[in-house]
Nanobody, 114 residues
Framework: QVQLVESGGGVVQPGGSLRLSCAASESIVSIGAMNWYRQAPGNQREFVARIGTAGNTIYADSVKGRFTISRDNVKNTLYLQMNNLKPQDTAVYYC????????WGQGTQVTVSS
């Protein structure tokens, strides 16, 4: 059974950076778009970024210019580089893809606080 495992979360001060990873237990070469979502306490899960097989990317307006999504089809890993973090970026971050069926990772906590 394929799994997605996120890592890289933590506590960072405003203006800091983090790099999230999402490792897939199977090849992602033939997988279409891969995504990052996030969910803050009391809020619905929201879209953050998407990357297609050709490397084309889409970002939520709230993160555009600060976050960069990428994928390594050799390492079967999705990344999210987050720069200039703000307190409102605090959330649990999830990766999402369709491996024949919708699949979510377990999430990694990002806390931005001084």
């Amino acid at each position: 059974q394929v799994q997605l495992v996120e890592s890289g979360g933590g506590v960072v001060q405003p203006g800091g950076s983090l790099r999230l990873s999402c490792a897939a237990s199977e090849s992602i070469v033939s997988i279409g778009a891969m995504n990052w979502y996030r969910q803050a306490p009391g809020n619905q899960r929201e879209f953050v970024a998407r990357i297609g097989t050709a490397g084309n990317t889409i970002y939520a307006d709230s993160v555009k210019g600060r976050f960069t999504i990428s994928r390594d089809n050799v390492k079967n890993t999705l990344y999210l580089q987050m720069n200039n973090l703000k307190p409102q970026d605090t959330a649990v971050y999830y990766c999402f893809a369709i491996f024949g069926k919708p699949l979510w990772g377990q999430g990694t906590q990002v806390t931005v606080s001084s």
